[in-house]
């Protein structure tokens, strides 16, 4: 399911069973963005994209919006990082407890992908 978010944001819903099968699936939409070419004027125009997504395990049964804030974290973990990429995390207990400001999380979680 994919839907717009926000002015330029946009939201997909997967289901998966795997984090890695859910990141390759973004690096592939993320590909497919950048090499899209745009003419306006007689010029070629190219967009990138930088995704943020967040895998939420079968077992997850807390607050809806959670792993949506997750996602938006990721967001900007890509653009702070070069942007036209991919960042990922699997949305656990740990990540819950970065969300609501635990200083001890381990950001090597971070799956970094493109």
Partial sequence: LAARYGGDEFIIICRTNNEADLAAKAEI???????????????????????????????????????????DMMLYESKAHGRNRVTAVVFDDAFARRMAGDPTYDATKFLKVG
Avoid: C, M, W, Y
């Avoid at 079968?58 to 792993?67: A, H, Y």
């Fill in 29 to 71: 939409i993320r590909t497919r963005i950048q090499e899209k070419t745009f003419g306006h004027d007689g010029r070629v125009i190219r967009i990138t994209a930088s995704l943020g997504i967040a895998f939420v395990p079968q077992r997850f049964n807390g607050i809806p919006e959670d792993p949506i804030k997750a996602a």
